[in-house]
């Protein structure tokens, strides 16, 4: 696809993708930023925005639950670590050690690396305000690779001008 999509004016626009990252699932996680990289490596301006179970893709290694969390909000960080399981074929936690042996041995970028790679390609990182709000979380625990916090309507007003959405 050639980045000049072209306009009623005449004007080049460089192309768009917008995705939801809900899952908080390896395999899912790893298709999001394969996506997001190839996307940015061939000339669109992309925004990931995470949501609900997503965050755990950009949750901090070693966070806290903290005083400010209530029971709820402690047991759903306490349970879901920075450690994705895989959707498919998880085996109690060994799923995605073999996963990253695999790739690891196909020479596959994990996805640290692709993270990595998507931010030195500026792609952009949104997360939820309403599900860090639901989740107990704050900027504090999250990754400092997050651009913005906002809500759906910022995902929205970005959306609206892309040429390919997608929900992960």
């Not at 999001?32 to 290694?61: P, Q, R």
């Not at 030195?120 to 900027?139: D, P, Q, R």
């Amino acid at each position: 696809m050639s980045a000049d999509i072209g306009s009623s004016s005449g004007a080049a626009l460089k192309p768009k993708l917008t995705m939801i990252l809900f899952s908080g699932e390896l395999d899912k996680a790893i298709a999001c930023f394969t996506l997001a990289t190839t996307a940015a490596a061939g000339g669109f301006d992309v925004t990931i925005f995470f949501t609900f179970w997503g965050l755990n893709v950009i949750k901090k290694k070693c966070f806290a639950v903290s005083d400010s969390q209530n029971i709820f909000q402690k047991a759903f960080n306490y349970m879901s670590t920075s450690r994705l399981p895989l959707s498919n074929l998880n085996f109690l936690g060994l799923g995605p050690l073999m996963m990253k042996i695999l790739m690891k041995k196909t020479g596959a970028a994990s996805l640290e690396d692709l993270i990595k790679t998507a931010r030195e390609l500026n792609v952009k990182f949104i997360a939820c305000t309403t599900s860090c709000g639901v989740m107990g979380l704050g900027k504090n625990h999250l990754s400092d690779d997050v651009d913005e916090f906002a809500g759906a309507a910022t995902y929205l007003a970005e959306a609206k001008d892309a040429s390919i959405n997608l929900f992960i």
